[in-house]
């Protein structure tokens, strides 16, 4: 088991409290404890007895690549302090899963779609709220497109495909994705983290070889690039199945992130503009670089995370 201790977050923050006024990321009562789901998965659970009919469900708190869960544990405090009754779920991603077998990377997800069928699938209509989705660079949305395909297939054997009743609430925060041009989207997943210029230097080769050992496979195998399902799932309406599908999105990203180029993201976001059901906003930072936006304004990046579930509760209450 994983713990997140005030104390412990209050002394690794001391040093950047004179960079923001921002609250505190952590206060009492706001200590997360993660406990191990399953592999690169973990869940803190929320505390019942201060449940509230404005909190989500379950947050799923996709990290970006090779994110340790010690460093998204303090994304997961400050859900925590504003959504007390939330289950937190922590979803890890790493550099092997982008080329493992598909099925290699269904079965990492599949404890979390167990808990996901009998928490929120199973109660629809039920439950009051439904999902928050707080995805982080590729590497989160990599994972968000597998967690989908894998809901899709289990659905069917649960006999929860049908569209009778009422649909599931959701919200969904990209922070510094999707990225766009496949080399330089896998070049960004690959080095998010890495802030030596020489290591990144020298880590070039390799992300060379891995992107054309990956063109070799697609063309063998006739399989689709990643990012192209990428793309392709991030560009439809519903993220998840038997979501709804006005849900409303929210896009932080940084015209000074040098590893995700801005104008990917808003060609990305014009796309869905244009389908006039979209419910799309954004934050546009300048001065951060990749990954990096929550730490450069703190205040603004929560003030508008906790906005966007705000809108989704209005969408609710009109299904």
Not at 23 to 37: F, G, N, R
Not at 204 to 220: D, K, Q, W
Not at 288 to 307: G, T
Request: aromatic share 8%; net charge positive.
């Amino acid at each position: 088991m994983f713990r997140q201790s005030c104390a412990d977050s209050a002394k690794k923050e001391r040093s950047e409290s004179a960079r923001t006024s921002s609250q505190s990321a952590c206060e009492p009562d706001a200590d997360i404890k993660l406990h191990k789901l399953g592999q690169d998965l973990h869940i803190s659970y929320g505390h019942r007895a201060r449940s509230s009919s404005k909190d989500p469900r379950v947050i799923i708190l996709f990290g970006w690549m090779n994110a340790p869960p010690r460093i998204l544990s303090k994304y997961a405090v400050k859900h925590r302090l504003h959504w007390p009754s939330s289950d937190i779920v922590i979803v890890q991603s790493h550099p092997a899963l982008m080329f493992a077998l598909q099925e290699k990377r269904n079965a990492t997800l599949k404890p979390l779609v167990a808990y996901l069928v009998s928490t929120i699938y199973r109660q629809r209509g039920s439950v009051p709220n439904g999902i928050f989705l707080h995805v982080i660079s590729n590497g989160g949305s990599f994972q968000l497109v597998t967690l989908a395909r894998v809901l899709e297939s289990v659905l069917p054997s649960e006999q929860l495909t049908t569209n009778h009743g009422t649909s599931i609430s959701l919200a969904a925060l990209f922070d510094s994705t999707p990225g766009i041009g496949e080399y330089a989207a896998l070049y960004a997943t690959f080095t998010v983290g890495v802030k030596s210029p020489v290591l990144k230097t020298m880590m070039t080769p390799g992300v060379m070889l891995i992107y054309a050992l990956g063109r070799l496979r697609r063309a063998i195998f006739s399989e689709p690039s990643i990012f192209t399902l990428l793309h392709t799932h991030l560009g439809a309406q519903g993220l998840l199945p038997l979501a709804d599908g006005y849900a409303p999105r929210l896009y932080i990203y940084s015209e000074d992130d040098q590893l995700m180029p801005f104008a990917a993201v808003e060609q990305h976001i014009e796309r869905l503009k244009a389908n006039p059901s979209s419910n799309v906003t954004v934050e546009k930072f300048s001065g951060s670089q990749h990954v990096q936006h929550e730490r450069h304004d703190r205040e603004r990046y929560w003030n508008a995370v906790y906005a966007l579930w705000d809108r989704a509760l209005p969408v609710r209450a009109k299904l």
